[in-house]
């Protein structure tokens, strides 16, 4: 099962990196045990970057979501791994690009959408393409007439970044990012083995 959400977690930044890699390329700057990821602008405009990683084998200097202005033709550093001695090590990440201006609409957006007001004790759901773990959860919690909401974190960008923001405390070196998101009320769950464990625990 975790080999299966790492196989998934791995295909969906591909993906992503795919998308946005005309635009920003991450690299590796490596010195000893630490792994800086760089951002790297590859056009002449600024860009807003927003760059979520999930590691496995490393601890990270940060565990936040790291957003950033990266000027043009570019790099700048966004996260630093440091590596443990356990093996396998690997991560993955989500990498969103926005122009400068696109990144001005989206706070303004920000300020517009209260995600305490969104969430504060509801259930919600953030889901994503061909995540079969998601669609189960979600058919299950409507065939049991549990009220929730559901976030497709591609199409709801600026939604997903205020929820990250807003569960920053609750994030500690070893939290591993897995989807289904759910924010049940207060707290947040990330993926889910057993799935009739998990609708004990909402209902």
């Not at 998601?134 to 559901?150: A, N």
């Not at 939290?175 to 924010?183: D, E, G, H, M, Q």
């Amino acid at each position: 099962m975790i080999r299966t959400l790492f196989l998934f977690f791995l295909l969906m930044s591909g993906l992503i990196a795919q998308a946005q890699g005309l635009k920003v390329l991450i690299t590796e700057k490596k010195s000893g045990k630490r792994v800086v990821l760089m951002a790297q602008n590859q056009t002449a405009d600024t860009l807003n970057v927003f760059l979520m990683v999930n590691a496995e084998g490393y601890r990270r200097s940060a565990s936040k979501p790291v957003i950033k202005n990266i000027p043009p033709n570019s790099s700048e550093p966004m996260i630093t791994l440091i590596e443990l001695k356990t093996e396998p090590r690997y991560y993955t990440y989500d990498l969103i690009v926005n122009t400068l201006e696109d990144a001005k609409d989206l706070v303004f957006e920000q300020q517009e959408n209260d995600i305490e007001r969104i969430v504060s004790g509801k259930i919600i759901v953030f889901t994503a393409e061909a995540c079969e773990t998601c669609t189960t959860l979600i058919d299950s919690l409507t065939e049991e007439r549990i009220t929730h909401r559901t976030f497709n974190i591609h199409e709801e960008e600026v939604i997903y970044r205020q929820f990250l923001s807003y569960i920053e405390r609750q994030l500690t070196e070893e939290t591993k990012i897995r989807l289904p998101v759910i924010w049940n009320k207060d707290y947040v769950i990330f993926g889910y083995d057993d799935l009739e464990e998990l609708l004990k625990v909402i209902r």
